[in-house]
């Protein structure tokens, strides 16, 4: 497991923001990645969202949405996922769009889904995840809108909640069992994980 | 004096009100046909499942539809628009030229121009159109897949195939063709690349 380095914050210049979202270095290498091909499968945690809908099958490719929040919820304590839950043959899916929606799953969900993630990824499929500063005790989970060619459009959803903070060395551990992982901080005070299958 | 001029004065302005009133109620025609009202904003006339209507089968047919009851069972219109209204519930496939869904739909939905799914609609199931739009705060749980008009990109080794045999056809043309034409064909291929 290799790790990138940590960029220094970009300033909104710096970044090349628009104003209609922020520059994002995980999404740039999905885009880079998906435009490799046609036709594969993008899995999107946050639910349904139509400029991510977009933004897929304009690449060519279909998206699986599915809010895991709502589907997991009330079942908390619960060390398995429902067998509908992103459902896929094993390496079948190309890339998965997890946000910071990890971050708010009970310990023994998030290592189902964590392992049902690494049986359906495709060996060189890419993740993006996002996680918040471990400082803040807690979080409303964010809405994650792509809104042009490597922008992102960050926004808090009402209603924070607690979360399970993570620390770099924690999210490296989180993701041992795939090929690589790399990390990058945002402007906006948040972790940006890409990570290999 | 100023009394009838009042009174005269309130007779002209009853005279003014009826007239355009009456002029207006004679304009508007009767109508022959049962119309349906606009129904989630459209005045499309088609065949209506209400509220209190529960069916268990396969609906097959040419006009557009509007269900705001309950249907187990599959929808096909294949030229025609298929609406799940506020109060509709469908558990099946549909596959219809537009599919518009207020309500509650758990099945795939197959459109050949556009699917939208509304605000606060709840969908569970893949969903294939020309035109997928889902609303915010809606829920959508599945797989979107968007089927383009024109015709799908030839593989790398096809197209290479193809060009190979254009260029075999092109040069017999372009030995006949004085020297002056190479730098043409030329520019041509730099355009392309």
Known sequence: MSTGPLPRRQTATQGGGTGAGRRSYGLEQITEYLRGFEGGQVIDFGGACQSNIDYVTGLGHRLYAEDVLVTLAGAAGAGTIPGDCFAFPRSSVHAVLCWDRLQFLSEPQLGAVLDRLHRVLAPGGLLLAIFHPEQAPTAAPLTCRVAGDGQLLVTAAAGARPFRPFNTRAIERLFQNFESVKLYLTRDNLQEVIVRR | ?193
């Open chain 2, 1 to 193: 004096m100023w009394y009838r001029s009042k009174r005269d004065e309130d007779a002209q302005a009853k005279q003014a009100g009826a007239t355009p009133e009456a002029e207006i109620k004679e304009a508007i025609p009767m109508a022959t046909h049962p119309t349906r009202t606009a129904e989630f904003g459209s005045v499309r006339s088609g065949a209506l499942i209400g509220k209190s209507l529960e069916i268990t089968g396969k609906i097959r047919g040419a006009e557009d539809l509007v269900i705001d009851g309950k249907l187990e069972g599959d929808v096909e219109l294949p030229e025609h628009r298929l609406t799940v209204g506020p109060s509709g519930v469908l558990h099946g496939k549909i596959r219809a030229r537009e599919i518009v869904v207020y309500g509650s739909v758990q099945g795939n939905l197959e459109a050949s121009e556009r699917v939208e799914i509304k605000k606060h609609a709840k969908v569970i199931g893949d969903l294939k159109a020309q035109r997928p739009v889902i609303e915010d705060e809606a829920y959508f749980k599945g797989n979107v897949e968007t089927i383009r008009a024109e015709t799908p990109k030839p593989a790398p080794a096809q197209l290479q195939a193809t060009a190979a045999a254009a260029s075999a056809q092109a040069a017999p043309v372009q030995a006949s063709l004085p020297q002056t034409a190479a730098p043409a064909s030329a520019k041509v291929e730099n355009r392309k690349a």
